[in-house]
């Protein structure tokens, strides 16, 4: 019998790569990766559901598998697991050392929905500051962005406004608009040594293996996805 043909949309890294090489074979299956970046890739799947497999991103998955409008399933196949207190930047003479100092900030985001960002949150909140607590921005990283990938109805008490004309959260926290950014991206004023930025965390990777002994959480960003007709 002729092993059925699948393509995956997906992100290269070194849990994809050697599936695409043929240095790993699947049972029973032949696939065809196509490669892209996520911000891309779950715009699409989200909207188009163009993609018959596709690494997809957690949250919005969540979001539209409790909406009951969701166009896939996801398997327990984890594309992408990372903890994220790497990408909590603050400005440097906000007096911010703790995320508990977070409340009542107003904090940048790409997405409200972004997986990492609802991580985030969720630490924010063990430390006793609630999304409510704070006033979320969303917009481009580093240059005009596109807004949430899928519509959200988030309660009234959810302060969410979206940055307007060419505005960036880069700029904004330079120029002092913004307390702190959430991003899996490191901004551009980071990336050129601006002392004016840093991260809430001086030393991420000890602060992550706390937060594993705590926790015992691994947190999961990126799960396969299979569209329901393919599935």
């Not at 594309?79 to 940048?108: E, P, T």
């Not at 505005?167 to 913004?178: F, I």
Request: proline fraction near 6%.
């Amino acid at each position: 019998m002729t092993e059925p043909e699948f393509t995956i949309t997906c992100v290269a890294t070194d849990r994809t790569r050697p599936l695409a090489t043929g240095e790993v074979a699947v049972r029973g299956a032949r696939l065809r990766f196509v490669f892209d970046e996520p911000e891309s890739i779950f715009r699409t799947a989200l909207n188009e559901a163009r993609f018959p497999l596709t690494e997809l991103s957690m949250s919005s998955h969540v979001v539209t598998t409790a909406r009951s409008d969701a166009n896939y399933v996801a398997v327990p196949v984890f594309l992408s697991r990372a903890f994220r207190h790497s990408a909590i930047f603050v400005r440097s003479d906000a007096g911010i050392a703790s995320l508990a100092d977070l409340k009542g900030a107003a904090i940048g985001l790409p997405e409200y929905q972004q997986t990492a960002a609802m991580w985030v949150r969720g630490m924010m909140n063990d430390a006793g500051v609630a999304a409510s607590d704070v006033t979320w921005h969303v917009g481009g990283l580093d240059r005009p962005g596109s807004g949430e990938r899928i519509a959200l109805d988030l309660p009234p008490t959810i302060r969410v406004h979206a940055l307007c004309g060419e505005e960036t959260l880069d700029a904004m926290l330079l120029a002092g608009r913004l307390d702190a950014i959430v991003s899996p991206r490191v901004p551009a004023s980071v990336l050129r040594g601006d002392t004016r930025i840093r991260r809430l965390y001086a030393d991420p990777r000890i602060a992550e293996m706390a937060y594993y002994r705590d926790t015992g959480f691994f947190p999961i960003m990126h799960a396969l996805a299979v569209r329901k007709d393919v599935a």
